[in-house]
């Protein structure tokens, strides 16, 4: 697992004083999104920001093109998702369109995209890192986390 030698800037100690921020979150693997949210969710809470936008959608493949239609309306958005290996290639191509997708969306609109997609090969490997009871992670908080800070830090910029 990692974890290790992860920030710890407390997300109360920023100041997020009129934030805007999307959670974006794909249907798949319920179990684990319950958790991705949910962790999404404490962050958002502990930084202080009660009036996030919610959007689900089918897969994630489909985070990228709505994070593309959302990144312009908000300081930051978080990106959840889970895929889990099978058998055939398709783990490997949706991996990285999402991954790359997700990436040029920040990049492009310059909007932090906090990435919050488990790729793993097992569903365990997934509900250890959804922030669930005996996870031994929350992927979810992390995303919104780095969404935030990022958002936090930018903002101040003048460039």
């Known amino acids: 697992m990692s974890g290790h030698g992860a920030p710890t800037t407390r997300l109360s100690e920023l100041n997020t004083e009129g934030l805007s921020v999307a959670v974006i979150a794909s249907s798949w693997h319920d179990t684990i999104m319950d958790g991705l949210l949910a962790g999404a969710a404490r962050a ?18 489909e985070l990228p093109v ?3 239609r959302l990144a312009p309306q908000f ?8 895929v889990i290996r ?3 290639p398709h783990f490997d191509y949706v991996c990285q ?39 031994q992670e929350d992927k979810g908080y992390e995303a919104a986390a780095a969404a935030i800070q990022t958002a936090a830090t930018l903002r101040d910029l003048k460039a």
């Open 86 to 88: 099978g058998g055939t």
């Open 44 to 61: 958002l809470g502990d930084a202080g920001i009660e009036d996030a936008v919610t959007l689900r959608v089918p897969g994630s493949f």
């Open 97 to 135: 369109a999402a991954t790359e997708g997700l990436t040029e969306v920040s990049v492009s609109t310059r909007t932090p995209v906090g990435f919050g997609v488990l790729t793993c090969d097992t569903e365990q490997q997934g509900l250890d890192r959804a922030g669930l009871p005996g996870s």
């Open 75 to 82: 300081d930051a958005v978080v990106a959840l998702g889970v």
């Open 66 to 68: 709505a994070a593309a």
